[in-house]
């Protein structure tokens, strides 16, 4: 709550006066530029946030969601925030990332990465490494600032985009400008797997292990495609004999 005020009050005394759009992008490595990663359901991974180019900022509310929640679940997530060791004190004064526990975008908002800094200089990626210890060269075309890791699960076949957009409280470098960054996305795809209906838990057989998952997800309206035994585009009752059927046929 306390960091939020500090950034209304920073953010009612800034101009809206605009400067030259720059980068936030994804990476799926924290040391090279990897914009695109394939997985099965079940895998567990991470996304890096970074921040690109000969820019600063002081204070940034940047959300981030899937274009398809079906295919990935955002688990959780850390906000880098060191030491400097050349100036003193700390990077931001607050920096978190925010994901709901259920993994469930919750209504009219997405995850959240929120940093601030209202009483020292603010982020410049493009300074080097002897200024800034997480400094990673070479990830973007000015080398670029490792802002936050997300973890995420991939729930169910398919291909879905990893985006980000301004929050309400916006980006801003003080005492006067507001910023307009440009973002880039990143793909997680399934897309190539052979996989069997029926097979619920993705263990590469169709018995009776898969019958209590294929339950959970009738009770919870989820949709995943090994359990449209039907085929029908909606996992509901109509699926039930369709699964038995596949089951006792093995």
């Not at 020292?120 to 800034?132: S, T």
Request: hydrophobic share 45%; with cysteine; glycine share 8%.
């Amino acid at each position: 709550m306390f960091k939020n005020v500090l950034l209304a009050v920073a953010v009612a005394m800034a101009s809206p006066s605009f400067v030259a759009a720059q980068d936030i992008f994804w990476s799926f490595s924290p040391t090279a530029l990897e914009t695109s990663f394939s997985g099965a359901p079940g895998d567990t991974a991470a996304a890096y946030i970074f921040s690109d180019r000969n820019f600063g900022f002081d204070a940034m509310d940047l959300h981030f969601t899937a274009s398809d929640s079906s295919v990935v679940r955002f688990t959780g997530g850390e906000a880098f925030n060191p030491t400097f060791f050349t100036i003193g004190g700390t990077r931001f004064d607050a920096a978190s990332v925010v994901v709901e526990p259920s993994g469930d975008t919750p209504v009219g908002d997405t995850w959240e990465l929120f940093v601030v800094n209202v009483t020292q200089n603010g982020i410049i990626p493009a300074v080097g490494e002897l200024f800034d210890p997480d400094f990673v060269p070479n990830v973007g075309p000015d080398g670029a600032f490792l802002l936050a890791r997300v973890d995420f699960e991939i729930l169910d076949v398919g291909t879905t985009q990893l985006e980000f957009n301004l929050g309400l409280q916006g980006a801003l470098q003080l005492p006067e400008n507001i910023l307009d960054p440009t973002f880039g996305s990143a793909t997680v795809s399934t897309e190539g797997l052979s996989l069997l209906l029926g097979d619920i838990n993705y263990d590469g057989a169709v018995d009776f292990l898969d019958f209590s998952p294929f339950i959970s997800i009738l009770l919870n309206y989820r949709y995943q495609f090994t359990a449209d035994c039907n085929q029908d585009g909606v996992v509901n009752f109509l699926d039930v004999g369709p699964f038995i059927a596949i089951v006792s046929s093995q």
